[in-house]
T-cell receptor, first 112, second 113 residues
Framework: QKEVEQDPGPLSVPEGAIVSLNCTYS??????FMWYRQYSRKGPELLMY????GNKEDGRFTAQVDKSSKYISLFIRDSQPSDSATYLC????????????FGTGTLLAVQP | GAGVSQSPSNKVTEKGKDVELRCDPI?????LYWYRQSLGQGLEFLIY????????KSGLPSDRFSAERTGGSVSTLTIQRTQQEDSAVYLC???????????FGPGTRLTVL
């Protein structure tokens, strides 16, 4: 079983919809949680960064972390065609290396 | 300023050949990471450099893989005697310090025939 599980999709929604993306994890030592967005043939770019449990909002994006359930979510409000990309969750335990453990990514398509 | 750059963007090689992949991190970033992204596997950590400290090589899949970082800046990932299962996108990331946000380059797409 992988340390981080993520539904690969693909997920197709109409423009303006609310999108919910989720990851579960098994390592209780994880305390830093991130969402990256990756367009086709590009490198991942950081969207949201959260430490420990709680919510964080940035414009149309909201990240939630529930450490008790080992579950993180990313919500996208008023989705746009430009949001069409692969969304990767990532987490780390803040150890000496701080290497990131990634989910496999969810492919999102927002239809105009 | 400029982001993380990687070269080449694409590399096609024959099984058994050696390849070198290059990463130029963001200027001033002391931490540098290599990851591999395979189809359906997500990104997997390969190796980490921090300043002049010994690198963390715990993610390298075999002794055919090696990496170095010269002068605390540019890094080269070398794969010897390439195999078809080495085909993947190799991504480099850098950050100001180990606990900081990692910024990724565009990756090198390696195809081993």
């Amino acid at each position: 079983q992988k340390e981080v599980e993520q539904d690969p999709g693909p997920l197709s929604v109409p423009e303006g919809a609310i999108v919910s993306l989720n990851c579960t994890y098994s390592n209780s030592a994880f305390q830093y949680f991130m969402w990256y967005r990756q367009y086709s043939r590009k490198g991942p770019e950081l969207l949201m960064y959260t430490y420990s449990s709680g919510n964080k909002e940035d414009g149309r994006f909201t990240a939630q972390v529930d450490k008790s359930s080992k579950y993180i979510s990313l919500f996208i409000r008023d989705s746009q065609p430009s949001d069409s990309a692969t969304y990767l969750c990532a987490m780390s335990d803040g150890s000496a290396t701080n290497k990131l453990i990634f989910g496999t990514g969810t492919l999102l398509a927002v239809q105009p | 300023g400029a982001g993380v750059s990687q070269s080449p963007s694409n590399k096609v090689t024959e099984k058994g050949k050696d390849v070198e992949l290059r990463c130029d991190p963001i200027s001033g970033h002391t931490a540098l990471y290599w990851y591999r992204q395979s189809l359906g596997q997500g990104l997997e950590f390969l190796i980490y450099f921090q300043g002049n400290s010994a690198p963390d090589k715990s993610g390298l899949p075999s002794d055919r893989f090696s990496a170095e970082r010269t002068g605390g800046s540019v890094s080269t990932l070398t794969i010897q005697r390439t195999q078809q299962e080495d085909s993947a996108v190799y991504l480099c990331a850098s950050s100001w310090a180990k606990a900081d946000t990692q910024y990724f380059g565009p990756g090198t797409r390696l195809t081993v025939l």
